[in-house]
């Protein structure tokens, strides 16, 4: 089975600054079946990115997916209130499908 | 607009069977995956399992043994069943649905429901 370790675990940041989340796999993602979904508390995962940089429908462009291989990135260009919560990444390229332990996103 | 909606018993006995359904509404579950994916209290997601509309599956190794995901596209709903349940299985159950054929990611889910297993 593929981990996906992210890092980092928290990240505190102001409205306004940009965010860079990594996703590392403990093997190569198969055609970049990588995914990422953001989560509020109370609140099921919504997807943000797929096949690793393609924003899914309704996603502001200031959510950006990166990389290849074993290392993948979100980024969020500007942080907005509305995007403080938990990301994950999830890869499809092998089964069973796998999900990282998370980054929580903080107001600082 | 698709939504999706768990239902099913919040509580279970240790050792008995979990049966959670899935009904989807303002769309088609035909031509689609439908999955399950399930969320301990503050901690991280875990697939369980999904099901294309045609019935084929796939199913988590670490679960495989206890669990049956099944379609009925008449009632365009999907059922999860999660055999001999431990405190371990206390969760949020997440049923999603997938984007056309792709079982890669999924693009639509339900609000999730809490399952405890308890005595």
């Known amino acids: 089975e593929i981990v996906l370790t992210q890092s980092p675990g928290t990240l505190s940041l102001s409205p306004g600054e940009r965010a860079t989340l990594s996703c590392r796999a403990s093997q190569s993602v198969r055609s970049n079946y990588l995914a990422w979904y953001q989560q509020k508390p109370g609140q099921a995962p919504r997807l943000l990115i797929y096949g690793a940089s393609s924003r899914a429908t309704g996603i502001p462009d200031r959510f950006s997916g990166s990389g290849s291989g074993t290392d993948f990135t979100l980024t969020i260009s500007r942080l907005e209130a509305e995007d403080f919560a938990v990301y994950y990444c999830?890869?499809?390229?092998?089964?069973?499908?796998?999900f990282g332990q998370g980054t929580k996103v903080e107001i600082k | 607009q698709v939504q999706l909606q768990e239902s099913g018993p919040g509580l279970v006995k240790p050792s008995e069977t979990l049966s959670l359904t899935c009904s989807v509404s303002g769309g088609s579950i035909s031509n689609y995956y439908g999955s399950w994916i399930r969320q301990p209290p503050g901690k991280g997601l875990e697939w369980i399992a999904y099901i294309y509309y045609s019935g084929s599956t796939n199913y988590n190794p670490s679960l495989k043994s206890r669990v049956t995901i099944s379609v009925d596209t008449s009632k365009n709903q999907f059922s999860l069943k999660l055999s001999s349940v431990t405190a371990a299985d206390t969760a949020v159950y997440y049923c999603a649905r997938g984007p056309g054929s792709s079982s890669g990611w999924w693009d639509y889910w339900g609000q999730g429901t809490l399952v405890t297993v308890s005595s």
């Open positions: 999830q890869q499809s390229g092998s089964s069973p499908q796998t």
